[in-house]
C-alpha cells in the first residue's frame, strides 16, 4: 500500500520529536557515565516507564498479538509469567542492585559489576559477560529491526530490504546523539504512546464486531481450541509459557534502569507505576490477537494478508478501522515500541564494548570524550550487525526475542540473583553459571524438547553457581564484609 498524507506526517512529528529529545540528552551527556547510566539520576515516573518501555519491544505490539491471533488464549500465559517474574525483578532485585553496584566502585555495566563483586577470576568473568552480552544482544537487536522493517514495509510498501535501513534509522541516530538519558527520555514518551494505542485498539475492534459476547462467539465459530487455556502444546507449553517470567532477573537493558534510578527511595514508586502500565499493556496486547481472531471471521477477505504472516494484526486493525490520523498514532506506537527497546539494547552493547573490552583492555587510560565517542562507534557497529541478522525476510519477530531473552535469562539471571543474597558465592561460581547457562541454551534446542530452554539453562546454571563456590576458595574478608554492609544497608531502608 502507499502512506496516506496523514500517516506520512504523523509519522514524521513522531520521529522529529524523538531526534529532538536526543539533541536535548546530548546537551546534557559530559563524560561515560552520563552516556551510559544517565550520572544515575532517573526519578521514579522515568525510571518505571523507561524500564517498561525497553522490555516491551515491538514483540509486544506485534509477537504477542500475533501468537494469540495465531493459537489462542494458551498463549496469554506468557503474559502472566511476564507480570509475576517483573513484579518479582522490581521487589527483590531492583533495590539491592541499585546499591550494590554504587558501593562496587559504581559499576556502570553488568559485567563491571560482576567483575567488581567477586575479588576472584575479574578479568575472565569481565570477558564472559561481555561476550554473553555481546551474542544475545545481537539476536535481540535483530528482532527489533525485523519489528521497525515489518511496520515500514506495510504501512509505505517498501521491499523489506529498504524497510530494514528505514526503520533503525531514526533509532540509531538519537541513541548515537544522547546516550543513556535520550534513550530514558524517549522511553518515557514511547511507553505513553504505547499504553494508549494497546488500551484504545482492542476497545474499537471488538465494538466493531458487536461487543464482547459476540467477539468470544465468533472465536469459538472459528476454532473452540484457541478459547482452552491449555492448548493443544499441553502442561509443557504451559510451563514454558510461565518461564518467560524468569528471564526478567538476567535482561541487561532492564536492569540497567534499576542501577541509573536517582536513589533508593525511588524504586518502590517506581515498581507501583511500572507493574500498573505493564499489566494493561499485555491485557491489551491478548485482546488485540483475540479480537483479531473474531473480527478475521466477519471480513474474510480483509483479513488474508494475516494469513501469511499474522504478526501483523495490530496494523491491519489499525489500517482499517481508524481515521488514517488515529492510525498514524496507533502505528507510531509499534515504531514505538521497537525504538524503545532497539536504542537500549544498542546501548547495553556499547557500554560492553566500550567499557568491558576497550577501556578496560585496551586503552585503560582513555580520557572521558574519547571514551564517549568510542560508545558512539560500537552503538553503530552493533545495529549495523544486528541489520545483518535481521536480513532475512522470513524472520519472526517472537521467535527471535524468546532465544535472547532465554540467552540472558539463563546466563546471568541465577548470577544476579544469586549475587545479591549469598554471600559465600565466588567468582569461580560466577563464571560456572553464566558459562553453563549460555550453552545450555545455545544446545537445548538440538535436543528436539518442546520445554522452554529458559528452564534447563536457569536450573543448570544456578547449580553450576552453587557447585562451582562451595569447591572454590570462601571470598575474602573484604568481600564478604561489603556484603554484608549492602544487605544491613538494604534492611535500614525497608528491604
Not at 248 to 265: E, K, N, T, V
Request: aromatic share 12%; hydrophobic share 55%; charged share 10%.
Amino acid at each position: 500500500m502507499t502512506a496516506s498524507t496523514p500517516l506520512l506526517i504523523t509519522f514524521g512529528i513522531y520521529l522529529l520529536a524523538m531526534v529532538g529529545i536526543g539533541f536535548a540528552a546530548w546537551r546534557s551527556t559530559r563524560n561515560l557515565d552520563d552516556y551510559i547510566l544517565g550520572g544515575r539520576s532517573l526519578g521514579g515516573y522515568v525510571t518505571a516507564l523507561s524500564a517498561g518501555a525497553s522490555d516491551m519491544s515491538g514483540w509486544l505490539l506485534m509477537g504477542l498479538p500475533g501468537a494469540l491471533y495465531l493459537t489462542g488464549v494458551s498463549e496469554a500465559w506468557i503474559a502472566i509469567g511476564l507480570c509475576i517474574g517483573a513484579w518479582c525483578n522490581w521487589r527483590f532485585v531492583a533495590g539491592p542492585l541499585r546499591v550494590y553496584t554504587e558501593r562496587t566502585d559504581n559499576a556502570l555495566t553488568l559485567p563491571d559489576y560482576f567483575t567488581t563483586r567477586f575479588a576472584s577470576g575479574g578479568r575472565l568473568l569481565r570477558v564472559a559477560a561481555a561476550l554473553v552480552i555481546l551474542v544475545f544482544f545481537a539476536i535481540y537487536c535483530a528482532s527489533g529491526i525485523v519489528a521497525g522493517a515489518r511496520l515500514f514495509e506495510s504501512v509505505f510498501g517498501l521491499p523489506y530490504a529498504q524497510a530494514l535501513w528505514w526503520g533503525a534509522a531514526a533509532t540509531i541516530l538519537y541513541t548515537l546523539i544522547g546516550g543513556f538519558l535520550a534513550v530514558s527520555w524517549t522511553d518515557t514518551v514511547q511507553a505513553t504512546l504505547m499504553i494508549f494505542a494497546l488500551l484504545l485498539t482492542p476497545v474499537i475492534v471488538i465494538l466493531s464486531i458487536g461487543g464482547p459476547g459476540e467477539t468470544l462467539r465468533l472465536i469459538e465459530q472459528v476454532d473452540p481450541a484457541r478459547l482452552d487455556w491449555v492448548g493443544k502444546g499441553g502442561l509443557m507449553a504451559v510451563v514454558s509459557a510461565l518461564a518467560w517470567g524468569l528471564g526478567y532477573f538476567g535482561q541487561p537493558h532492564i536492569l540497567a534502569r534499576f542501577m541509573a534510578a536517582d536513589s533508593l527511595a525511588v524504586i518502590p514508586q517506581a515498581r507501583r507505576i511500572g507493574m500498573t502500565w505493564m499489566v494493561l499493556c499485555l491485557f491489551g496486547a491478548i485482546a488485540v490477537g483475540l479480537a483479531g481472531i473474531a473480527w478475521g471471521a466477519q471480513h474474510p477477505e480483509l483479513a488474508a494478508p494475516l494469513v501469511a504472516n499474522p504478526e501483523r494484526v495490530f496494523i491491519v486493525l489499525g489500517e482499517l478501522l481508524f481515521n488514517p490520523w488515529v492510525a498514524g498514532v496507533l502505528l507510531s506506537a509499534i515504531l514505538a515500541a521497537v525504538m524503545s527497546t532497539l536504542s537500549c539494547q544498542l546501548l547495553v552493547c556499547s557500554s560492553a564494548l566500550t567499557e568491558d573490552f576497550y577501556h578496560g583492555f585496551i586503552r585503560p587510560q582513555a580520557g572521558e570524550r574519547e571514551l564517549v565517542w568510542m560508545g558512539r562507534a560500537t552503538v553503530l557497529a552493533v545495529a549495523l550487525l544486528a541489520i545483518f541478522i535481521a536480513r532475512d525476510p522470513e524472520s519472526r519477530v517472537l521467535g527471535l526475542v524468546s532465544y535472547a531473552w532465554a540467552g540472558f535469562g539463563a546466563a546471568f539471571g541465577p548470577v544476579v540473583l544469586f549475587s545479591l543474597f549469598w554471600g559465600r558465592m565466588t567468582g569461580v561460581g560466577a563464571l560456572a553459571g553464566m558459562v553453563v547457562g549460555a550453552l545450555t541454551v545455545l544446545l537445548w534446542k538440538y535436543t528436539g524438547s518442546a520445554l522452554y530452554e529458559m528452564v534447563p539453562g536457569f536450573l543448570a546454571a544456578s547449580a553450576a553457581i552453587v557447585v562451582g563456590s562451595l569447591l572454590s576458595p570462601a571470598p575474602t574478608a573484604e568481600v564478604l564484609a561489603r556484603h554484608q554492609q549492602v544487605r544491613l544497608c538494604l534492611r535500614e531502608s525497608g528491604y
